[in-house]
């Protein structure tokens, strides 16, 4: 049995249908649709997780909404027994197609990310990406009920921090969850933008309490109304909105890490920094039984405490986030 790793995030894709410039998909590295896993893989691998403690289920990308026939996933991955909550994150632009089906389906909640309000730093930022179109998902995920909807902004000294009061005015005005995440050194070519851009979460703390009171909600996310599985601290702003923070950077958060990632290719990791890796779809296809790939899951399980602080120890490179789901 796995401790208290509880949590599994399944990256389905890596393609997707935005360029973010720190998340830069290389095109030449897209794989190949034999080299990504399937539905059936996808969701026999969460079986076997969900049989040994795994209950919430997040699906990622690249972009999960670009993915053919994604809610046919989502339906495999609700039905399996154990699996308590399956919730996305996205970018929002294909959500109009599948918003009301997934509603359906039992999703509730989802994590959007959203980098900038303004739509000419969002076209540039995202490699052409729409606003509008996002904007207006917002609203119509919010008819529909998704609640709550976490507004994931990474922080872009110099591309947005001029932009945290509007970030705040937006979230609270829309009913959302705003959470600030600091800025990986984690794509190909991101060294040179990460020194650019790189902004601490204190910075952004800073920020606010120029104008808002900050009180931590010591009880975690669960004080602050709502339940929250991940990484983020939650603070209470005095204008009543929650926003929480993000800092892979400056302050680890390995100790209370719970969650295991599925890669799109099948690889399955313990952290996103540890290079690790398993490939759980090549021992699927040359025929591993139901029990060694258990006994393979578990290592896995096992090793993530040799894992944690290994990000403090050196900056691990990956190829890029969206191969390996954020
Ligand atoms: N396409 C979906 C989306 O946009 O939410 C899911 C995949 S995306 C890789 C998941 C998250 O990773 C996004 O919130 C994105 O901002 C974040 N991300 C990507 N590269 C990052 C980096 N270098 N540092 C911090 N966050 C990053």
Do not use: W
């Not at 308590?84 to 389906?105: H, M, P, R």
């Not at 709550?148 to 970030?167: Q, R, S, T, W, Y």
Request: proline fraction near 3%; glycine fraction near 10%.
């Amino acid at each position: 049995m796995i401790n208290n790793f509880n949590y599994l995030r399944i990256s389905v894709t890596d393609r997707c249908n935005l360029k973010c410039r720190y998340c830069e998909v290389n095109p030449s590295a897209k794989l190949r649709p034999d080299d990504i896993l399937s539905f059936e893989e996808i969701a026999y691998i969460a079986r076997l997780t969900a049989q040994m403690g795994v209950k919430t289920v997040r699906i990622t990308g690249g972009e999960p909404l670009v993915r053919k026939s994604i809610t046919g996933l989502f339906k495999m991955v609700s039905e399996i027994n154990g699996i308590e909550e399956v919730s996305f994150t996205t970018n929002g632009i294909n959500l109009d197609l599948y918003a009301s089906e997934l509603f359906n389906l039992g999703v509730k909640r989802f994590n959007l990310s959203l980098d900038t309000l303004d739509r000419s730093k969002y076209f540039e930022l995202t490699g052409g990406g729409r606003l509008e179109k996002v904007i207006d998902n917002i609203r119509l995920a919010r008819e529909i009920g998704f609640s709550p909807i976490k507004m994931n902004v990474v922080a872009l000294k110099g591309i947005n921090d001029g932009e945290i009061f509007d970030f705040i005015d937006f979230a609270s005005k829309n009913g959302l969850i705003l959470r600030f995440i600091e800025l990986m050194d984690i794509s190909a070519n991101a060294g040179e933008f990460f020194s650019r851009h790189f902004m601490p979460v204190g910075d952004i703390k800073n920020i606010i309490s120029s104008k808002y009171k900050l009180s931590p909600c010591t009880g975690g996310a669960n004080e602050c109304g709502f339940k929250g599985a991940g990484p983020a601290a939650y603070e209470s702003c005095e204008n009543g909105l929650k926003i929480g923070f993000i800092s892979p950077v400056t302050s680890h958060f390995c100790d209370g890490c719970n969650r295991l990632r599925l890669t799109a290719s099948g690889i399955l990791k313990s952290c996103l920094l540890r290079s690790g890796e398993t490939n759980i779809m090549k021992m699927i296809r040359s025929g591993a039984t139901e029990e060694e790939l258990k006994k393979t899951i578990q290592n896995i399980f096992d090793n993530k405490e040799k894992a944690r602080g290994e990000f403090s120890e050196k900056n691990i490179m990956f190829p890029n986030m969206s191969q390996i789901g954020g």
